[in-house]
């Protein structure tokens, strides 16, 4: 699908990925953000970006913002997108009811393009790099339980009513704004105490970071460039990892901070983390996309942008 001239609905356009994503797609289409602004920032969102504040989950406000019109939907919105969920009973159900709610309008109104953000938690502790057509499919969080519950329902829409859907299982996204991730906690711990630095786990965790401005082009690339078939999966990441105490070291640095260090133990940092992850993006590369910075670079320039952030 060309993203040129199109009308297009970014569902949690005001986060994170949402934000850059709705700027980008702004420069050639027509675009409309809904968000609750929950865990997001209004001011994120651009000034020519059609706004919708409202609740997903909530049936009527689907329906005022998806609409006939549309030519896609790109669905970043979750009920909770915390990996370590504190309601994850909660979690499950809310963000397959969105989900579910939102390809139901979508059909019933004749748009039929899907643009999904899921996650490497859907693989579990899969051997690594991990290949989109890696089985089964075990994940160990709820969080990643729900996703799946998500590709799964979308993979129906696709083969049963005629969707055409793109799923991107992320490795870590990294970049400015505060919000949930290590390196904006240890941005904010550190801020606050340059003395001692908190490390969930062992600290050598090693996981893949992406910047999330070349997340946000890997999509577009994908959703230009791939063919064939009713799904499209791409895992997007980088090909190199970065340690737990990698990341302290980093961000301590852009401080300037020297802190001991201190673990709460164990090899993973909480219930259902997965300790090691690195995703295969050669499917990605054969489509004639790869990152240009490494996971430690990915690192650096989110601590970097968050630190600024807060001087």
């Known amino acids: 699908m060309q993203l040129a001239g199109k009308r297009v609905l970014v569902t949690g356009g005001a986060g994170l990925i949402g934000s850059r994503l709705a700027t980008r797609l702004a420069r050639d289409n027509d675009v409309i953000v809904a968000d609750d602004l929950s865990n997001s920032d209004r001011e994120e969102v651009p000034a020519s970006v059609e706004f919708a504040e409202g609740d997903l989950t909530d049936a009527a406000f689907v329906e005022s913002v998806v609409t006939a019109d549309l030519d896609a939907v790109c669905h970043l919105a979750a009920a909770d997108k915390y990996v ?158 970065t340690s737990v105490d990698t990341i302290a070291d980093i961000v301590a640095d852009e401080i300037g901070a020297d802190p001991d260090y201190t673990y709460t133990g164990g090899d993973r940092g909480w219930t259902g983390d997965v300790p090691r992850m690195r995703l295969s993006i050669e499917k990605l590369a054969a489509l004639g996309w790869t990152p240009e910075h490494s996971s430690d670079d990915a690192v650096r320039r989110a601590a970097r942008e968050l630190v600024a952030e807060r001087r």
Not at 169 to 180: E, K, P, Q, T
Not at 194 to 200: A, F, Q, R
């Open 84 to 241: 370590n969920s504190e309601e994850p009973r909660r979690q499950f159900e809310a963000n397959h009811d969105l989900t579910h709610t939102l390809v139901e309008r979508m059909a019933d109104v004749g748009v039929r393009n899907l643009v999904f953000t899921s996650s490497s938690t859907v693989y579990g502790e899969a051997p690594r790099p991990t290949p989109e057509d890696f089985a089964p499919l075990e994940p160990i969080s709820i969080y990643g339980a729900a996703k799946l519950a998500e590709e799964a329902l979308l993979s129906v829409y696709a083969h049963s009513h005629d969707f055409t859907v793109w799923v991107f299982r992320f490795a870590n996204i990294v970049g400015s704004r505060f919000g949930a991730g290590v390196v904006p906690d240890f941005v904010e711990k550190l801020d606050a105490n340059p003395e001692t630095l908190e490390i969930l786990g062992d600290g050598r965790q090693e996981k893949s970071y992406m910047h999330v401005s070349e997340c946000v082009d890997a999509m577009c690339h994908v959703v230009e460039n791939a063919a064939g078939g009713p799904v499209h999966t791409y895992n997007l990441g980088t090909e190199t990892t």
